[in-house]
């Protein structure tokens, strides 16, 4: 059976940092491309960013290029989005989402991801 959980969700202010994990049983870690993706009530989900999955490529939306940064620890089968100068306009629910992949590259289409999680709720007060 497949679960993905993501954690470290919160509330903070502007210019704070959070630091996403996400976490995967039943797939082979090493094996998926992942991504993180983040949705607004009334809005559709909009890729944050995703990672091959031996971290070679790496692709960032323009919204938070600089502020967040993705990584994963293969051997700890963990996904990672690092988010400092956090801002208002970056309160969203947070999925982690996988699929398998053994190419050198990631999806930005959440349309490419078979594996979700539930979700972690990140809210940024001015």
């Known amino acids: 059976q497949v679960h993905v959980m993501e954690s470290g969700g919160g509330s903070v202010q502007a210019g704070e940092s959070l630091k996403l994990s996400c976490t995967t049983s039943?797939?082979?870690?090493?094996?998926?491309?992942m991504a993180w993706f983040r949705q607004v009530p009334g809005k559709e989900r909009e890729v944050v960013s995703c990672?091959?999955?031996?971290?070679?490529?790496?692709r960032t939306a323009d919204s938070v290029l600089g502020r967040f940064t993705i990584s994963r620890d293969n051997a700890k089968n963990t996904l990672y989005l690092q988010m400092n100068s956090l801002k208002p306009e970056d309160t969203a629910m947070y999925y982690c989402?996988?699929?398998?992949?053994?190419?050198?590259?990631?999806?930005?289409?959440?349309?490419?991801?078979?594996?979700w999680g539930q979700g972690t709720q990140v809210t940024v007060s001015s």
């Open positions: 039943g797939l082979t870690f090493d094996h998926l491309t």
């Open positions: 990672i091959s999955r031996s971290s070679t490529s790496t």
């Open positions: 989402a996988a699929v398998k992949n053994l190419g050198s590259f990631c999806y930005d289409s959440q349309y490419e991801y078979d594996y």
